[in-house]
C-alpha cells in the first residue's frame, strides 16, 4: 500500500538527506526509543505489575519474537531474565 504522492516523497527525501549523517542517526535512535516506549506503555497496560526482567523479556519478543526460532528465543529470554 503506497499512501504518499510521489511529490511528498521526493520532498520528504531531499528533508532527510540535507540532514547530515549524524543528524539522520540521531533521527532513528529517537524514533526507536518513541517506538519503545509505546511497546513499554502497551505491555504494562496489560499488565502493570510486571516484573523489570518479564518486561525486558516482552519488549524483546515485540520487537524480535518473529526473527528467531522457539529454542533460540528460550535462550535468549532466559538470558534476559537472569540479568536483574
Known amino acids: 500500500m ?10 520528504y527525501e531531499d528533508m532527510i538527506f540535507k540532514k547530515s549523517p549524524g543528524e ?3 533521527m532513528a535512535f529517537s524514533l526507536f526509543d ?3 516506549e509505546i511497546v513499554i506503555s502497551s ?3 496489560g499488565r502493570p505489575d510486571i516484573s523489570k526482567s518479564d518486561l525486558r523479556a516482552e519488549i524483546f519478543l515485540r520487537f524480535y519474537g518473529n526473527d528467531f526460532g522457539e529454542q533460540d528465543k528460550e535462550k535468549i529470554i532466559g538470558r534476559l531474565k537472569a540479568h536483574t
Request: proline letters at 0%.
Open 2 to 11: 503506497k499512501d504518499t504522492s510521489d511529490k511528498m516523497q521526493k520532498a
Open 24 to 26: 539522520r542517526v540521531a
Open 34 to 36: 518513541f517506538a519503545k
Open 43 to 45: 505491555i504494562k497496560e
